[in-house]
């Protein structure tokens, strides 16, 4: 039979306050990005080819918001791995599922948007806003997929069925 978390020696158990020093301290973060996400849905569709500016800090925000789901969820799945009989650890992973269900589904807008901006017009943006340079890559891989990106009702469609293959 497994032991108990608590008969464990510390020194072989994982380090998570590395991550988030609290429990309360992962649960605030949770609602924050969730008022953001929302904060996203309402603002930024539509907008991404604004600007070079608008372009820049709409994916700027996609990716720092990206890495803080990230963070969430691996500090969920690592506490509910560190003793699945948990049901607090359990929740935690199935709240982090739904937020990276919600984060997809938020920013289905922003591949078909993009793939709207001619590579004429992308060109000229780079070379007038130097740090656009910095997501170059991620940028030229948009415009190689260009053929197989859904429609942005489609992209969201997709991304909501995400949880269900979770």
């Given at each position: 039979?497994?032991?108990?978390?608590?008969?464990?020696?510390?020194?072989?158990?994982?380090?998570?306050?590395?991550?988030?020093?609290?429990?309360?301290?992962?649960?605030?973060?949770?609602?924050?990005?969730?008022?953001?996400?929302?904060?996203?849905?309402?603002?930024?569709?539509?907008?991404?080819?604004?600007?070079?500016?608008?372009?820049?800090?709409?994916?700027?925000?996609?990716?720092?918001?990206?890495?803080?789901?990230?963070?969430?969820?691996?500090?969920?799945?690592?506490?509910?791995?560190?003793?699945?009989?948990?049901?607090?650890?359990?929740?935690?992973?199935?709240?982090?599922?739904?937020?990276?269900?919600?984060?997809?589904?938020?920013?289905?807008?922003?591949?078909?948007?993009?793939?709207?901006?001619?590579?004429?017009?992308y060109n000229k943006?780079?070379?007038?806003?130097?740090?656009?340079?910095?997501?170059?890559?991620?940028?030229?891989?948009?415009?190689?997929?260009?053929?197989?990106?859904?429609?942005?009702?489609?992209?969201?469609?997709?991304?909501?069925?995400?949880?269900?293959?979770?």
């Open positions: 039979m497994a032991k108990n978390r608590n008969e464990i020696p510390e020194k072989l158990t994982w380090d998570l306050t590395t991550i988030y020093k609290t429990d309360k301290e992962w649960e605030a973060e949770l609602t924050r990005i969730k008022s953001e996400l929302s904060l996203v849905e309402e603002t930024d569709p539509g907008h991404l080819l604004d600007s070079a500016e608008s372009l820049l800090t709409i994916t700027e925000k996609m990716l720092s918001i990206s890495q803080q789901v990230e963070k969430l969820y691996v500090y969920a799945s690592m506490k509910n791995d560190q003793d699945t009989r948990e049901a607090k650890y359990q929740e935690y992973q199935s709240k982090a599922t739904a937020l990276y269900v919600k984060f997809g589904e938020v920013y289905a807008f922003y591949e078909p948007e993009f793939l709207k901006i001619s590579k004429e017009v943006w780079l070379g007038e806003l130097q740090k656009l340079k910095n997501y170059d890559h991620m940028f030229e891989r948009l415009f190689a997929k260009k053929a197989h990106i859904l429609s942005q009702k489609e992209e969201k469609l997709l991304a909501a069925a995400g949880e269900i293959f979770e």
